[in-house]
């Protein structure tokens, strides 16, 4: 499996270098200036719909920037559409909207697929390439996908757990701001395995302050807990000053899933374990360039899907992720 994964990378790679190769040299006369030229449609003519459960976020606005580069690098038009919080029937609404918009390919996330995978079928019934990105990678097959791009959460959970486990953390709080959300859920249930121990699951709400209460509530009422675990930097900003504020700071292991300026910071001081790095920035990048090259030229990845994390970034690497971090890439 992970000989494949690595293929479908180089296949990725490979892609990207046959787009600038069509951008820097070799125009045809009549051909658009933004390269890639020939094919089956000029780029200059290709709408991609870009519907997630995004909402204003560290993490996202990292997608965002991978979704705007990826357009600009191919020449294409990405409308990119997100949700004021996380809201399932919002996300409903807005693949409608994508869908009735007719565009030549679509990149959407799966986190409920009871709620989605119907809407999503429907799209590629009817004739749109469809990536799957983020939340999806048991999905995107039922639902006629090209691919997935993305982590596999489970496992990143579970590697997250044994991470915990090796520094003696025997009990653990995973912090669930997003109830529902299938990839929070996966994180939370591998982080349980790989633990080997007890891990109590605590729902709290995106809010920060809502969020910041909830976690010294849990805190308060587990005094015995050895470690915690976030599942996104916006909480884990929460989840520090939670620590701080109730003395906990010294005696609880604490990391996250995902990266900020603040979150990278904080683990460079040691105030955190480590942060895992799904290298979002890809999420938003490769499915723009894979659609482009699909709708184009008809290749595509073939029955596989394509991970991006997770990597780990600790006390000992993290200086060299802050300054990519700070210019939005990490």
């Known amino acids: 499996m992970r000989v494949i994964a690595r293929l479908a990378l180089l296949f990725a790679v490979a892609l990207v270098v046959l787009a600038g190769c069509g951008q820097q040299g070799g125009q045809q006369e009549g051909e658009g200036e933004q390269g890639g030229g020939g094919g089956l449609v000029p780029r200059e003519e290709i709408n991609i719909e870009f519907v997630t459960h995004a909402s204003p976020d560290p993490f996202w606005s990292v997608v965002q920037n991978g979704v705007n580069q990826a357009a600009e690098d191919m020449g294409v038009n990405v409308n990119y559409r997100e949700l004021d919080s996380y809201d399932i029937p919002q996300l409903q609404r807005n693949l409608e909207a994508a869908i009735a918009a007719d565009p030549d390919g679509m990149v959407v996330s799966i986190p409920d697929p009871d709620a989605l995978n119907d809407k999503i079928r ?47 953390v025997r009990s653990a709080l995973c912090i669930n701001h997003e109830q529902g959300n299938i990839t929070l859920d996966m994180r939370c249930e591998g982080f349980e395995k790989g633990l080997g121990g007890q891990v109590k699951q605590i729902a709290v709400q995106p ?35 939670a620590l701080e504020e109730s003395g906990r700071s010294e005696d609880v292991t604490f990391a996250t899933f995902d990266l900020s300026p603040s979150v990278l910071r904080a683990v460079s001081r040691g105030e955190m374990l480590f942060a895992t790095d799904q290298q979002q920035w890809l999420q938003g990048y490769l499915p723009i360039v894979l659609l482009t090259n699909y709708i184009q030229y008809g290749v595509r990845p073939v029955n596989t899907e394509i991970p991006t994390g997770p990597a780990f970034i600790t006390e000992e690497n993290a200086e060299q992720v802050i300054d990519l971090s700070r210019q939005g890439i990490r």
């Open 122 to 168: 429907e799209a590629t019934e009817n004739g749109i390439p469809v990536v799957v990105i983020n939340a999806g990678e048991n999905d995107w097959r039922d639902v006629g996908a090209l691919t997935y791009v993305g982590q596999t959460e489970y496992d990143a959970g579970v590697a997250a757990g044994e991470r915990m486990a090796q520094e003696g």
């Open 207 to 241: 809010d920060p302050t809502a969020a910041r209460n909830g976690i010294k509530t849990a805190l308060r009422q587990n005094p015995d807990v050895e470690g915690l675990l976030t599942l996104n930097p916006g909480i884990a900003d929460q989840a520090l000053r």
